[in-house]
């Protein structure tokens, strides 16, 4: 923990009481006329999130939100939302009192002193001060100087203005100031609901819920599916799934999960199917019934948790293979990621812990010795010759089931 982040969670209490913040977007100002469009929906999924917390209330503020919390709602339980709502690049806790520098010192007082009480030493501070209304009577620069000589009388601290330990923020708004003592970060991105919808193909392992995480990062709205091979796999496998999603999913976003039973269709491949290719012929079923449910749900493309080169199944001859049955575009957020770093990202985002837990995924049952590395889309025509696709396919999708899940408020 961060000399600042320790402050900001001492000094919440008094900062909580003013139940102010302000939120600050990521991408939504590089677009342009649509601007008003991502901002009421980040607006609108904010509030979503912190909804069941009591009462708060929304106000942009020259290409910012400022958040108004009512008495009862706690201060550090909205933080844990924001920093999980995409689109929020970051957000303060603040201090508000009025622009006129005799009344900031007196609000930087009543920061410091709790500080002080305490014993706190910064090796150095700053005053960083921000200035949405430039009509004020004075630049940043001189309330930097003037609070920062303020600051500097009162607790004897000394002044760094690069890198400095405990910045201390400013932000002008309109006739307001508000006083923070932290930049918290949110997951940056675009807000969810802004760019279209996906279909996103969740496994219970570590690689498909962070490429979920990062499409939803992009503003895409999603619909999950999992294959289950029940009876032979067990049904804690599709707990861990249901729980891998309400990870994922931002708090107050609802999401579709298509639970398809493929143990029927696996049967069909081992007993007619060459064993090498086996996992592929998986992997060309599974993408026929997403595309098919993605066309039902008006979705405009699949996203798998594929890396190149990661196991036989993601070679490049191998995707190739599996994509040349879809028609939709099929997106891989990981594709270029090593391993480490999925699993850092899986670690940020909290679905780690769940995802390495065991479980039997449907694509071990009777895996292979020796699975193919190269394949063409010719071999696997001839492979599935056998076998009665369009039927497959239908009965596939007429035999899911569909559940509504909710990002997780804890
Ligand atoms: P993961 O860690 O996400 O399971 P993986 O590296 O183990 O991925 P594969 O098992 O080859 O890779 O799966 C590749 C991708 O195919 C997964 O990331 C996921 O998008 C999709 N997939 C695999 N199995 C399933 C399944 N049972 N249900 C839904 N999608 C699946
Ligand atoms: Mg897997």
Redesign the pocket.
Known sequence: MSLSEKKLIQTSPRLGETRHLLVNYDEIALKGGNRRYFENRLRKNIRAAIKDLGGSHIQPRFGRFLLRLAGETSLDKVCQRLSRVPGIAVYSPCLSTSADLDSVKTAMDSILEPLLEKGEEPEHFAIVSRRANKELPFTSTEANEIIGAHVQRKTGWKVRLKNPQLPLYLFFVNNDCFLALDRLPGPGGLPTGTTGRVV????????????SARILKRGAEVIF?????HPHTSLASQDK?RELAERILPPGCSARLYM?P?AATQNRIITECPSRLR?IL??RY?VRA?EAIARKEDAHAL?????LG??A??TLENLRTIDSVSSLPILRP?VGMHKAE?INDAKLLGSFAT?IEPHD????YLMPPRPATRSTPRQLEAAEESLDTEGEVRKLVEASDVEILRGRLD
């Open positions: 996103c193909l969740l496994s219970g392992g570590i690689d498909s819920p962070v490429s599916i999992h294959f289950h091979s799934v398809v493929f996992v998986y992997r599974m997403a996203v798998t948790g594929d890396s990661q196991v199944s993601q990981l999925i995802s995924d449907c694509c071990s």
